[in-house]
């Protein structure tokens, strides 16, 4: 490099010139050639400038927008999940309180008066009204139980009314009786008007509630009357250790419809995957699946496709990652999630050319806008060799100035453009505008756009960064919320160092950051210790809310100096006058009289505590009151127990025995009580530490459904 005149020379700079006072000093034709030559080399620039720029557009493109989909694919699906699986929640609260119930009633028949039941009235059709239906041959006026059952027909219709996810509701008894509301009561006659059998105990949901002894999902089933499909949620009815019936609520899917549907009509799909593996649910309009449930309906976890029936399988157990499959001969993303509550999963699809159009859109601009400044540039530069030829027979000083400026006005901006872009590419820095691009020309013009694009890119990261942000805010929130929550009950051991007369431990592990299930003891004299263990409907901070409610009615209510059973009730008044959401908490509550070692205890609808003597835990099972918040009115039946020395007592929720395995098993009050007497001469920290582990060990690291809660106490008499 050499400078002129205090001007840099050199490169293509002292290239130009040069070709320029050759022409301007031999000859025209010469300086034809070499303006030739000078064009394609600056052609050759802006090509390779071009591919340079093209390529970082790319990637920068490409880059972004699989942060933004990973990112808003995922939770958008986990989003659905969640709703989707938030609707079989509610059903499965309905069809608990409806199994309560009816147990409560058929348990308690002898105290009611039997309720009044109909045939079905076909002047009532587009209102919910209650019928009974029987098998063939059965006279409902014979049925054992279902004139207490009747008692539930306000109660049913008014669930139905209140629920835009129920379709019917309906209890069927071992006898072959039915008693169903729904809004079709027409429908249940036949052409001649004659009402149609109903055979209730070869219906799937009444089978599948029975032999599973628990809340069973069908799949999607064939109603007896309409033929049309639907799914419905069941739950066997057990009186006194015998399977008398079950409830049924049919679930209507129009929520779940409307955003399959809807989402055919964006660049993506949703299907939802039965815990079979076959899609149940589609857009109408897709071309890939198909959800017509028969006998032969392939099962997508065995598709020839392995990362299809991977990611299938996966979607079933756990939130996926995107992931790229090839279907059709086309690429398609897909991310599942899944529905806990009924073991489906909701799998959303977005074809992998709808991702790149935003960077196909970018180049086509980029190259429009390219082509339009190299058409722009080639006829100016066009124009100015003619003009210079004329010029350059005059006033060659002249001429040889303006090549000079000419090639550095041109030149210069693109190399620093060149360099600027290649820089941005490494660091990921801003691409910014300069004054040295500022030609009033295609080439501002063509910087001005690549800063637009660069500043996009850097709000598409902002934008995305300050989503992380709100979610880690969020789980702050939760996590205090979780801190509040573990201080409301008893957590400094042992509580009560001065009193030798018993041991006592306790623990609470929520599914989530905050849940549902609590326990709680408290001196409510100097000679009764009062303990509690509870179990609230439902999950997270709605849960832990009325966790905390609970609580404290409890506490208030014992502090009375009441029995155990007219504390329940008391509770049960207060938590019913204002329950507006239709929450209930099962407990187990219980009072030991310290100097004598006996317990007055009450059960509203708890596990079975365990009951440890001569060395041995075992279920001390009594007669269950309803729940918490089930029914005004209810009364509760009291017991007692009698300790010795040595005795230990364990309470727990259901998170204990229902805790699941990567298969879906129990792990059961056998394989509790197994644990609990490992070690006979365990004490109660020990006692729940042994449980816990247990649990852990069967689990396998499987996810934890549902909250796990313990308590144990050991009596140890007068000093």
Known sequence: MKKILGITF??????????????????????????AYQNRLLVKLVEETKREQQDSISTISKESMAKILETSMISTNNLQAAVADQDFSEIINNISMLQNMAQGLIRDRAAVEPGQFNPPDPARDGTYSAMVLSEEGVDPDRSEYLGAIAHMSETMIAMANNSDKISSCYIGLFDGTHLCVDKKPSNKYDEQGRLIPFPVRQRPWYKGAVE??????????????????????????????????????????????????????SSGMIFIVNNKGQIVLSPEDNNLFSDVISDRTQDLRDYDNKNLSRLIGQSLQETTDLTLIELNGKEYYMVGSPMPTIGWAVISVLSKDVTEIPEKELLAQYDKINDQAS??????????????IAILLFIILLATFAALMA?????????????????????????????????NDEIEILAETF?????????????????????????????MANRIQNSMIPNVFPPYPDRKEFDIFASMEPAREVGGDFYDFFMIDDDHLCMVMADVSGKGVPAALFMMISKVILQSCAMLGQSAAEILVKTNEAICSSNQVDMFVTVWLGILEISSGKIRAANAGHEYPALMRDGSFSL????HGLVIGGMDGVKYRE???????????????DGIPEASDKDHQMFG????????NQDPAASPRQVINNVRKAVEIFTEGAEQFDDMTMLCMEYKGKE
């Open 375 to 388: 058409r722009t540039f080639r006829a100016g530069s066009s124009r100015s060799t003619r003009i210079s």
């Open 669 to 676: 009050s056998e394989r509790m009580l197994e644990a609990l």
């Open 620 to 623: 001390l099972k009594s007669k």
């Open 407 to 439: 090639a550095r006005h041109i030149v210069s901006p693109i190399v620093d453009m060149t360099k600027d872009i290649r820089k941005s590419s490494e660091t990921h820095q801003l691409f910014e505008m300069k004054d040295v691009y500022r030609t």
């Open 10 to 35: 050199g490169g293509l700079q002292r290239k130009t010139v040069t070709l320029v006072l050759m022409v301007l000093f031999v000859t025209i034709g010469i300086f034809s050639v070499v303006a």
């Open 212 to 265: 599973k002894g628990d809340v069973y999902f069908t799949g999607l089933e064939r109603d007896a009357y309409t033929n049309e499909l639907c799914i419905t949620c069941a739950a066997p009815i057990i009186v006194n250790g015998k399977t008398v019936g079950a409830a049924g609520i049919d679930i209507l899917l129009d929520n779940m419809e409307h955003f399959i549907q809807a989402s055919s009509k």
């Open 451 to 479: 800063e637009d694009l660069s500043r996009k890119t850097k709000q598409y990261i902002e934008n995305i960064t300050e989503i992380t942000r709100e979610k880690e805010r969020v789980s702050t929130e939760l996590l």
């Open 639 to 653: 017991y007692e127990i009698d300790l010795s020395p040595g005795d230990r007592l364990f309470l727990y929720t």
